[in-house]
């Protein structure tokens, strides 16, 4: 079982930065693939970042890649998302997710989710 709770989000204005912070509890996260995904109003909950259990491999979206960075500390049970140069169509709620799978694209690939919290990105 684990438990994973969302923080960081807010408003904020196009080209500006936010960092969102992902905290576990129960199982260790060291044994998990860790991803966030995004969605929208009116859309399919769609990928952003993985990284692996080592936190030596990560993997983006092409909607995001230079501009967002994942990162996860094992010893903390957290995991983030550095968002630099956001932009309108950014605006979504984020959700921190965790799974065991070789895939991390998906939705399906995740066993654990957290609630989301809200980005906004004005213009």
């Known amino acids: 079982q684990v438990q994973l709770v969302e923080s960081g989000g807010g408003l904020v204005q196009a080209g500006g930065s936010l960092r969102l912070s992902c905290a576990a509890s129960?199982?260790?996260?060291?044994?998990?693939?860790m991803g966030w995904f995004r969605q929208a109003p009116g859309k399919e909950r769609e990928f952003v970042a993985a990284i692996s259990w080592s936190g030596g491999s990560t993997s983006y979206a092409d909607s995001v890649k230079g501009r967002f960075t994942i990162s996860r500390d094992n010893a903390k049970k957290t995991v983030t998302l550095q968002m630099n140069s956001l932009k309108p169509e950014d605006t979504a709620v984020y959700h921190c997710?965790?799974?065991?799978?070789?895939?991390?694209?998906?939705?399906?690939?995740?066993?654990?989710w957290g609630q989301g919290t809200q980005v906004t990105v004005s213009s």
């Open positions: 129960g199982h260790t996260l060291s044994s998990y693939v």
């Open positions: 997710a965790a799974g065991r799978n070789l895939a991390y694209r998906f939705p399906d690939d995740y066993d654990y």
